[in-house]
């Protein structure tokens, strides 16, 4: 598959498809992790802003570093350890930093698309006993409200078509590919934890059906 040149990988980039994000700014953004390039893109249909950490050259035809990765406030901000957020997130990094070639579209998609405010209520829940899947049907949301389609424009527009997905989400993997991206790799994203955030892995592998071998500490 690798060989293959782009004509011949599923029209990729699509030549029939609608662009409903735009690129706004983009900058240079050094980190203790390396230096980087951050784009801010805009949606063109909703109010969704996105923000895409990337380095090295780009290219169609070489299989390239990516990860989806969905805001988490909590974790990738204040440090939670009731999820692996955060130590996901700073793994990608530095996995793309190691290779010199890579892409991270952050997604602000709280909570799995509920929100920053009613993920704390699912919190709340989740200290009553309940598990995340638990806690956002109780308070009358989808399991898992998040869409992907413009993640996958990002990466076209960003002028990848091959891709080596950082992911364990089988959902995130089914709608770039359904997107028109080639899907080289997927390389899993495992992270030593222990309780609570263990519980947390457990229901993401046993309901939703995430890609996870759980290792605790």
């Given amino acids: 598959m690798e060989n293959l040149v782009v004509s011949q990988v599923k ?13 706004v700014a983009t900058a240079n953004l050094p ?5 980087f390039k951050i784009a801010g893109y805009r949606s063109l249909i909703s ?3 996105f923000v895409v950490l990337y380095k090295g050259e780009l290219r169609p035809d070489v299989p390239t570093l990516v990860r989806i990765h969905s805001q988490c406030l909590t974790g990738d901000v204040f440090g939670s350890i009731k999820c692996d957020c955060g130590p996901q997130l700073h793994k990608a990094m530095q996995m793309i930093e190691d290779e010199g070639r890579g892409a991270i579209v952050y997604q602000q998609q709280e909570g799995r698309g509920i929100g920053i405010i009613n993920k704390i209520r699912a919190y709340a829940l989740q ?18 409200a998040r869409e992907y ?3 996958a424009e990002i990466l076209f527009d960003l002028g990848l078509c091959k891709v080596k997905v950082i992911s364990n989400n089988p959902d995130k993997l089914k ?4 997107a028109g991206l080639t899907i080289v790799e997927r390389i899993p994203i495992e992270i030593k934890t222990n309780d609570p955030a263990a519980h ?18």
């Fill in 127 to 144: 200290d009553e006993g309940a598990d995340t899947v638990e806690a956002n049907e109780k308070l009358g949301f989808e399991v898992d």
């Fill in 47 to 49: 109010d969704e802003e």
């Fill in 200 to 217: 947390y892995l457990r229901t993401k592998k046993e309901k939703l059906g995430h890609l996870i071998h759980i290792t605790t500490d």
């Fill in 11 to 23: 029209n990729c980039p699509p030549v029939d498809r609608s662009i409903s994000v735009e690129r």
């Fill in 175 to 178: 709608a770039l590919e359904e």
């Fill in 149 to 151: 389609q413009q993640c």
């Fill in 31 to 35: 980190t203790e992790t390396g230096d």
